[in-house]
């Protein structure tokens, strides 16, 4: 079997990978790189030229994943698409948001924007075919038994991650390959852990997005919601209110579902929370999956039961930093023209306010440069705006939905492959889980691919 790791550079960007068996071809994700733009966002697709394409395979609808998939269809009529339902409903939604982005942009980045258009994305969709959990298909989307010695079948596996999310088993040639996609293998406060295979894989694909950092001493899940709620307790004592800055897709819903536990267990007053449109929709589509998906808390509607006020980028306008109430408002990176940003600008030298970080931000994202800055500091989270004095509380808190590289050095070592690639990480990242292997498992071969070369699986 041959493999291309179709990003640009080893980091986590625009994921996306190739897999060849014979004549039989399939890419695994076809993400957008957040921060680049135009062409340079999308994946290695010139890679591709030449070789057989059959299949397209999503293992989750986060835009690292999902944001070049109409490009790539445009460039491979062909090939058939294949995901689990919950990330096509995602993945729709994502991608028309999108387009709206890359719309409002156009200007900025040139004639080329956007990238793919609504209607693209329309046609794009209704090609989805949607695959169950633990069902082998083959690349034509017929189901079949596992025919590991013959034809190129796939099979998702749940992740854990975000709705929807699965790692993806792939058999050919009589051998296994693993590709975990983004995975979480303890349960969050709404989606529960993954479910993956442990034996029998020959090559392991594993992403190592913490790679970098280790697990804080003592930490537990229970432990950190308790200091968040009592994070969220001392600003309303000062007459603050608090700025969440969080994705829509995955982030949004965990902290819902966790501010349910909170008022429920008068760990914080039964408090207005205001959330994004994005959000909304996506909240949306959790509740509707929430019985027919994995979760910790099977029977909690989260419109209903939590009743978020949205706000949207034409109200974010009027709407003041009011005391005593949770505004839980993406992006997650603080971008600017964001409902965060925006709002962050009316928090941020006023001293009875909080911003409470729940994951994981870019450095240079206005939300890394915020979680960096001195009390009084000058900062500019628009260069547009002009710069403020910080002066509001800030606190960060680990609630990432992405395995711990403790985690995934354990998953490793339980499937011992032959071969592991590293994929999904900073170099860093990459290199801290390339050394913890290969000195735990020595028979192993530890693969770093370098972007845009074909090596042998
Ligand atoms: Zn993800
Ligand atoms: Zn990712």
């Given at each position: 079997?041959?493999?291309i790791n179709?990003?640009?550079?080893t980091?986590?960007g625009?994921n996306c990978?190739y897999?060849?068996?014979g004549?039989?071809?399939?890419?695994?994700?076809?993400?957008?790189?957040?921060?680049?733009e135009?062409?340079?966002?999308?994946p290695?697709l010139a890679?591709?030229a030449?070789?057989?394409?059959?299949a397209?395979?999503?293992?989750?609808?986060?835009?690292?994943?999902?944001?070049?998939?109409?490009?790539?269809?445009r460039?491979?009529?062909?090939?058939?698409?294949?995901?689990?339902?919950?990330?096509?409903?995602?993945?729709?939604?994502?991608l028309?948001n999108?387009?709206?982005?890359?719309?409002r942009e156009?200007?900025?980045?040139g004639?080329?924007?956007?990238?793919?258009?609504?209607?693209e994305?329309?046609r794009?969709?209704?090609?989805?075919q949607?695959?169950?959990?633990?069902?082998?298909?083959?690349?034509d989307?017929?189901?079949?038994?596992a025919?590991?010695?013959?034809?190129l079948?796939?099979?998702f596996?749940?992740?854990?991650?975000?709705?929807?999310?699965?790692?993806?088993?792939?058999?050919?040639?009589?051998?296994?390959?693993f590709?975990?996609?983004d995975v979480?293998f303890?349960?969050?406060?709404?989606?529960?852990?993954?479910?993956?295979?442990?034996?029998g894989?020959?090559?392991?694909?594993?992403?190592?997005?913490?790679?970098d950092?280790?697990?804080?001493e003592?930490?537990?899940r229970?432990?950190?919601?308790?200091r968040?709620?009592?994070?969220?307790?001392r600003?309303?004592?000062?007459?603050?209110?608090?700025?969440?800055?969080?994705f829509?897709?995955?982030?949004t819903?965990?902290?819902?579902?966790?501010?349910?536990?909170?008022?429920?267990?008068k760990?914080?007053e039964?408090?207005?929370i205001y959330?994004?449109?994005?959000?909304?929709?996506?909240?949306e589509?959790?509740?509707?999956?929430?019985?027919?998906?994995?979760?910790?808390l099977?029977?909690l509607q989260?419109?209903?039961?939590v009743?978020?006020?949205?706000?949207?980028g034409?109200?974010?306008?009027d709407a003041?930093?009011?005391?005593?109430?949770?505004?839980?408002?993406?992006s997650?990176?603080m971008?600017p023209?964001?409902?965060?940003?925006?709002?962050?600008?009316?928090?941020?030298?006023?001293?009875?306010?909080?911003?409470?970080f729940?994951g994981y931000?870019d450095p240079?994202?206005?939300?890394?440069?915020l979680?960096?800055a001195?009390?009084?500091?000058?900062i500019?989270?628009?260069?547009?705006e002009?710069?403020?004095?910080?002066r509001?509380?800030?606190e960060q808190?680990?609630?990432?939905?992405?395995?711990?590289r403790?985690s995934?050095?354990?998953?490793?070592?339980?499937?011992?492959?032959?071969?592991?690639v590293?994929v999904?990480?900073?170099?860093?990242?990459?290199?801290?889980?390339?050394?913890?292997?290969?000195?735990?498992?020595p028979?192993?071969?530890?693969?770093?691919?370098?972007?845009?070369m074909?090596?042998?699986?």
């Amino acid at each position: 079997m041959k493999f291309i790791n179709l990003t640009r550079r080893t980091e986590i960007g625009a994921n996306c990978y190739y897999l060849s068996s014979g004549e039989q071809g399939v890419v695994l994700d076809c993400g957008m790189h957040p921060k680049e733009e135009g062409e340079m966002a999308l994946p290695l697709l010139a890679a591709l030229a030449g070789r057989p394409v059959d299949a397209l395979l999503l293992s989750h609808a986060h835009l690292d994943h999902v944001g070049s998939l109409p490009v790539l269809m445009r460039q491979q009529p062909q090939a058939r698409i294949f995901m689990t339902e919950p990330t096509a409903a995602i993945g729709d939604a994502l991608l028309h948001n999108s387009v709206n982005v890359m719309t409002r942009e156009r200007e900025e980045v040139g004639v080329i924007y956007p990238l793919f258009t609504h209607r693209e994305t329309d046609r794009a969709t209704d090609r989805w075919q949607h695959c169950p959990l633990d069902q082998p298909f083959t690349v034509d989307g017929e189901r079949s038994p596992a025919r590991p010695d013959n034809e190129l079948s796939f099979e998702f596996r749940e992740a854990g991650h975000v709705l929807g999310a699965a790692g993806i088993l792939l058999r050919a040639e009589g051998r296994t390959v693993f590709y975990t996609g983004d995975v979480n293998f303890d349960d969050l406060t709404l989606l529960k852990g993954a479910v993956f295979p442990e034996s029998g894989i020959d090559v392991l694909i594993i992403e190592t997005t913490r790679g970098d950092s280790p697990l804080p001493e003592g930490y537990s899940r229970a432990a950190e919601e308790r200091r968040f709620a009592e994070a969220i307790g001392r600003a309303f004592a000062r007459g603050g209110c608090v700025l969440v800055p969080v994705f829509a897709l995955g982030k949004t819903q965990e902290l819902l579902a966790m501010l349910y536990k909170f008022k429920r267990a008068k760990w914080i007053e039964d408090v207005p929370i205001y959330i994004g449109g994005l959000s909304s929709k996506m909240t949306e589509i959790y509740d509707r999956r929430a019985n027919n998906t994995p979760r910790v808390l099977p029977r909690l509607q989260l419109f209903p039961e939590v009743a978020p006020f949205v706000l949207n980028g034409k109200t974010i306008a009027d709407a003041p930093a009011r005391p005593g109430r949770i505004y839980a408002l993406s992006s997650g990176m603080m971008t600017p023209k964001t409902l965060s940003n925006i709002f962050a600008r009316r928090v941020l030298d006023r001293p009875e306010h909080s911003i409470l970080f729940v994951g994981y931000s870019d450095p240079e994202s206005p939300a890394g440069v915020l979680r960096k800055a001195q009390p009084n500091e000058l900062i500019s989270l628009d260069e547009d705006e002009p710069a403020r004095p910080f002066r509001c509380h800030l606190e960060q808190f680990q609630f990432s939905a992405h395995a711990s590289r403790e985690s995934i050095l354990e998953y490793i070592k339980k499937v011992a492959p032959k071969k592991v690639v590293l994929v999904h990480g900073d170099p860093r990242a990459v290199e801290w889980t390339r050394a913890a292997t290969a000195a735990a498992l020595p028979e192993t071969e530890v693969i770093v691919p370098l972007p845009g070369m074909e090596i042998e699986l």
